[in-house]
């Protein structure tokens, strides 16, 4: 695994300065399947987390310091820092991140791979880089929408709290940065491809029948959930050195 | 045009798996032997899955390359299609160039499917049929050889003959060298014009099917026993 | 291959739609509008960061671009002391803050040559913006790329340190002149002591309640009496008496000090005369 995963990190340079390796449709097809498809359950996900961390952060300020006066500033970052990006990353880990490694890992005991490659085609064109620039993109796109989606909620929350939108919008804006955003999209992207190169990695290396599948599927799905959580650790002790 | 095997020798670990192997393969080979006699590892070292560690394979009279390695298609055990693509789309995968459709049907002709299935998708398809779309597919890129690996294996004794009577079809339509790795000895017996019998890493047996019929190998003597009993009863 | 195009397609799209939202929210200008740039220094830019909002009269007008260390030259030193700076000649020495302001070009009328750049603390998170106080009418408007000096805020930390220094002296007085204080302290308890013993006896000493009362009776009598002939003095009896006074001195005057002196001396009564 880890020799499959280490010859993929080393072809990714490869990829880059040949163009001629990009496939188009298969990258627009992974975009519309793999991105456009986890819209819905990423939305309605990270609405409720807004819902919940803005009824959170009002009861701990009640409690603490007797005012909600700072609910907007505190939950609209939190959301834009940390919430809105961990969330959908790791339901994207879940969802694209478990088919695709069992729609691989199936291809590789089922000899499609090596059809592929006896075709004349590198597998890590046709199956790894449509993926990972697809789910590149929209890791960042999904992290821009549920950002949104869960200032909103938290928008509509805070009323609960005497908050008007206007009111709360203002208040939150003296808190987020436009490069919070920024990095909030940098971080999406990131475990956007992890996803792909996790899913190909133990994909490529799996072995048996379908019990070696679902196997492969769910030591790939934790080592990537794991990548996630590592990464947005060190992603955002870099940031705040920055 | 023919592949020839000088002095290959493989080894996984300790384990000898191939041991000075010399052959060539002429226009319709089977390569026969037990489960894990190291069949398949020549096939592989073909298609480069597994690397050469002594000895040389040429291909048309150069060492093989990369290059000279698209001269050769593989058709699998399993019929390998991708399931995410239609019929057409499977079989066109491999073109690069030129009229896609009209090759398609011309080699959809060739495996004797009807045109109607390219829209389908493959688990739409019987297995058989499956099958031959693999090899439809493998012929696209007009291979100078082919290698079947096992393909009759799990079939009952009807499809059996249709894939062999198949792969005689296109080895004289296409103009392509076959060689066929399988334990079907009746089709080889039927169709091959040169018979290799592999067992304990070296090949003990090797001849036209009369050759190998009047062989004193105790291993291709129990071969044709099993195969003179199934034949037997098939006829029955 | 449609389908999957509109698909991802509106993905994008709207992930650029949450970006002009954001913008909105962080309130970015549209960097295709036309600014007025402005250049403040300050000795002390207490908190202010890029993006701060600016104020003209209270309404946000723009936003604080770069904040620079800014070497001054000596020919630009800050000669005109602002109210409230904490300017010094140890200060001037140092580079000063530049900040770049960008301003809504219609906000920029309000602002003259001789407006003063605040920096002041607003809301319950206390954040810091610039206050711009509109100028003099008659003074010179200003114009892209101006250098203005900026009002430097009350230092708190610098106050801080004073107070503490003041309370250190005070403390170390304190220390050392211990030993007087607390015998100053001794006799001032010993006084009040000694006082309030005393107003204790003159409550209880009946003899001196009634002596007290008779001085305050007749005290009451004489200052009546006084007050009766300061009446008369002022009532026209007065008056007359003065006249008279008035007219003996008159007749007196053109006598000759000789005469004056022999008419006492014949009396038997010596007089020195001035």
Redesign the interface.
């Known amino acids: 695994m880890w020799r499959m995963l280490a010859s993929i990190l080393i072809d990714i340079p490869h990829f880059l300065i040949h163009p001629r390796r990009f496939r188009w ?1 298969e990258t ?2 992974a ?3 793999l ?3 986890s ?1 819905q359950v990423i939305t309605l996900a990270t609405a409720f987390a807004g819902i919940v961390i803005t009824h959170e952060m009002a009861w701990h300020m009640q409690k603490a310091l007797h005012s909600v ?2 609910v907007p ?1 505190m939950s609209a970052q939190f959301i834009v820092r940390e919430l809105a990006v961990a969330v959908p990353a790791l339901l994207l880990v879940s969802k694209v991140g478990a088919s695709l490694t069992a729609e691989i890992a199936t291809m590789k005991i089922t000899d499609q791979i090596d059809a592929l490659r006896l075709l004349g085609i590198n597998p890590l064109d046709y199956l790894l880089y449509p993926r990972l620039i697809a789910c590149t ?2 890791g ?3 992290t ?2 549920s ?2 989606v869960t ?1 909103l909620c938290s928008v509509a929350t805070a009323r609960a709290y005497h908050f008007s939108p206007p009111e709360y ?1 203002a ?8 490069t919070d ?1 920024i990095q909030a999209v940098i971080k999406g992207s990131t475990y956007g491809a992890i996803i792909p190169i996790m899913s190909c990695a133990y994909g490529f290396c799996c072995r048996g029948g379908a019990e070696g599948v679902g196997h492969t599927t769910t030591q790939s799905v934790v080592a990537s959930t794991l990548c996630v959580i590592v990464l947005d650790f060190i992603l955002t002790m870099l940031f705040s050195l920055i | 045009m023919s592949i020839i095997f000088s002095g290959i020798s493989t080894a996984f670990g300790t384990k000898q798996v191939l041991k000075d192997i010399n052959f060539e393969v002429s226009t319709m080979t089977f390569l026969l032997g037990k489960s894990g006699a190291g069949k398949s590892v020549t096939l592989k070292h073909i298609m480069g899955q597994i690397p050469i560690q002594q000895g040389s394979i040429t291909l048309d009279g150069s060492i093989l390359s990369p290059q000279s390695r698209s001269l050769c298609g593989m058709v699998f055990q399993q019929p390998a299609l991708f399931d995410s693509m239609n019929i057409f789309d499977n079989i066109a995968f491999g073109l690069k160039t030129g009229n896609k459709k009209e090759r398609v049907l011309e080699l959809l002709h060739h495996v004797d499917l009807d045109p109607s299935i390219v829209t389908k998708m493959p688990h739409d398809l019987s297995y058989g049929m499956q099958k031959r779309v693999s090899i439809a597919r493998t012929l696209a890129p007009n291979p100078r050889y082919l290698l079947f690996d096992e393909p009759t294996t799990g079939l009952d004794p009807l499809a059996t003959r249709l894939i062999s009577d198949l792969i005689m079809h296109v080895a004289n339509t296409c103009h392509v060298t076959c060689l066929v790795v399988s334990h079907d000895i009746g089709s080889a017996l039927r169709i091959a014009n040169h018979i290799l019998f592999l067992d304990d890493c070296r090949i003990v047996a090797s001849g036209d099917p009369k050759t190998i019929q009047l062989s004193t190998n105790p291993l291709v003597q129990a071969f044709l026993g099993r195969h003179a009993v199934c034949s037997d009863s098939f006829v029955n | ?1 449609k ?6 397609g ?3 799209l ?2 650029f739609a ?2 002009l ?3 909105w ?4 200008n549209n960097p295709l509008s036309h600014r007025l740039h402005l250049y403040v220094t300050y000795h002390f830019a207490g908190g202010i960061e890029i ?1 701060s909002p600016v104020r003209v009269s209270g309404i946000k007008v723009g936003q604080v671009d770069t904040i620079e260390f800014y070497a001054m030259q000596k020919s630009e030193v800050i000669s005109n002391k602002e109210p409230g700076s904490m300017q010094d000649d140890k200060n001037t020495a140092q580079a000063p803050v530049r900040l770049r302001l960008s301003i809504d070009p219609k906000a920029a009328i309000s602002i003259r040559q001789d407006s003063k750049f605040y920096i002041n603390l607003a ?3 206390g ?1 810091r913006y610039i206050e711009i106080t509109p100028g003099h009418r008659n003074k010179g408007e200003i114009h892209e790329g101006d250098q203005l000096i900026g009002t430097d805020p009350p230092r708190i930390d610098q106050l801080l340190s004073q107070s503490f220094d003041l309370a250190g002296k005070i403390a170390s007085l304190i220390e050392d002149n211990k030993d007087d204080i607390t015998h100053t302290v001794e006799l001032m308890v010993k006084l009040s002591t000694n006082l309030n013993k005393t107003l204790t006896w003159v409550e209880r000493s009946e003899l001196f309640k009634s002596d007290l009362g008779k001085l305050v009776t007749s005290l009451l009598a004489l200052s009546q009496d006084l007050h009766k002939m300061t009446q008369k003095i002022h009532g026209p009896e007065g008056e007359r008496m003065m006249q008279l006074l008035s007219k003996l001195i008159q007749r007196l005057e053109p006598l000759e000090q000789k005469a004056i002196l022999d008419f006492f001396q014949k009396e038997g009564i010596r007089v020195h005369l001035f």
Not at chain 1, 171 to 178: D, I, N, S, V
Not at chain 3, 25 to 28: F, K, L, S
């Open positions: 449709r627009l097809e975009l519309s399947t991105g456009a498809g819209f006066a700072m500033g993109v929209a960042g796109a999904l821009l929408i950002i949104l200032l919008l208040l939150a804006g003296h808190f987020m940065k436009l955003v | 291959m389908q999957h195009e509109l698909k991802a509106a993905l994008l709207l992930a949450s970006i939202a954001f913008a929210i962080v309130g970015v993006g809301g319950v998170i954040e």
